[in-house]
């Protein structure tokens, strides 16, 4: 069984540009949930995703969007970069949708660089 | 809001050595608890989780119990190895905040021969 996979597993930008994350769930999962895990931060919760829809998002601004596509892959768009945006992005998935999330299955990870 | 704390790193042990990581949370709801392992070059992987107070969660070796009344979910393993090297994370979820599971900043286990 795949696991959660993520493209493209680097992207270098400048700053003011817009960068775009993909995200293939595990087959089954419908929940998709997106972190940043920047240097010496830990993970912070950005965006979940369930059937379609934005269901929660976390402390973060606007130009973090992102959607949820038919077949549950995700996509996590990032506007007007900035040098702090610069960090390890992670897609999880799972099969609890609503309440109290269970295990989270990880990707391994887009690393973002604004330069 | 919800928050995990866990003992600040990075930790180094001998082969054999007994591991203790200390984790204590704050939730707004009931939380469930789980412990993630990222090692080098790898995504997040549930090591092991517990759902309500008391139990105990165990996985290769590792266990944490759920302590309510201490707010508690250390985790331990009684003789590290050399494979156990890792980022080490504590979270939690609740009802309260759906969708969102909190972790802690993630403590760096070395484990020498």
């Known amino acids: 069984e795949a696991g959660v996979t993520q493209s493209p597993t680097h992207l270098i930008k400048t700053r003011g540009q817009q960068a775009t994350l993909r995200c293939s769930p595990i087959?089954?999962?419908?929940?998709v949930y997106w972190y940043q895990q920047a240097l010496g931060l830990g993970l912070q919760f950005l965006l979940w995703?369930?059937?379609?829809?934005?269901?929660n998002r976390g402390n973060f601004p606007p130009r973090f969007s992102g959607r949820q596509f038919p077949n549950y892959s995700s996509e996590l768009n990032v506007n007007a970069l900035e040098l702090e945006d610069s960090a390890l992005y992670l897609c999880?998935?799972?099969?609890?949708?609503?309440?109290?999330?269970?295990?989270?299955?990880f990707g391994e990870g887009s690393r973002l660089t604004v330069l | 809001g919800d928050s995990v704390t866990q003992m600040e790193g990075p930790v180094t042990l001998s082969e054999e050595a007994f591991l203790t990581i200390n984790c204590t949370y704050t939730?707004?709801?009931?939380?469930?608890l789980f412990w993630y392992v990222q090692y080098p070059g790898e995504g997040l992987q549930l090591l092991l989780k517990?759902?309500?107070?008391?139990d105990k969660g165990s996985n290769k070796g590792f266990e944490a119990t759920y302590r309510k009344e201490t707010t508690s979910f250390h985790l331990e393993k009684g003789s590290v190895q050399v494979s156990d090297s890792a980022v080490y994370f504590c979270a939690l979820s609740t009802y309260t905040n759906a969708g969102k599971s909190t972790f802690g900043d993630g403590t760096t286990l070395t484990v020498k021969p």
């Open positions: 995703y369930d059937e379609g829809e934005e269901r």
């Open positions: 087959s089954g999962h419908t929940s």
């Open positions: 999880a998935s799972s099969l609890v949708t609503g309440g109290r999330t269970g295990e989270l299955f």
């Open positions: 517990a759902t309500k107070a008391d």
């Open positions: 939730a707004t709801g009931y939380p469930s």
